[in-house]
């Protein structure tokens, strides 16, 4: 069984930052890609930034330049440092892994985490 677990959603003022961890554990042969979404209240969840494991990443517009995502891959775990922090950035966020769980999986499937709170006061 693959769990992702999350940590670092709290709650802070415009302009703070804050740094997600989430780390993926179980019976995984290799993972791909990993990275995150976010869900603000009554929408629908989008990409905020990926990882892949050739070391590329890509973020969606509205945090480039404020968001940085990184990988360790010993450890499986995927960080993404958020700084100037806005309230519009208010939402769940959701890690992701793209992974094979044996080496004769033709495809990669995808895992998530259970979601940590991030909020972003004015």
């Known amino acids: 069984q693959v769990q992702l677990v999350e940590s ?4 802070v003022q415009h302009g703070g930052s804050l740094r997600l961890s989430c ?12 990275g995150w979404f976010l869900q603000p209240p009554g929408k629908q969840r989008e990409l905020v930034a990926a990882a892949v494991g050739s070391g590329g990443s890509n973020y969606a517009d ?3 330049g404020r968001f940085t995502i990184s990988r360790d891959n010993a450890k499986n775990t995927v960080y993404l440092k958020m700084n100037s922090l806005k309230p519009e950035d208010t939402a769940v966020y959701y890690c992701y892994a793209d992974l094979k769980l044996r080496y004769s999986d033709v495809t990669n499937d995808r895992y998530w985490g259970q979601g940590t709170q991030v909020t972003v006061s004015s």
């Open 8 to 11: 670092g959603g709290d709650s």
């Open 62 to 64: 509205s945090v480039k």
């Open 23 to 34: 780390a993926a554990s179980g019976s995984i042969f290799s993972i791909r890609a990993m």
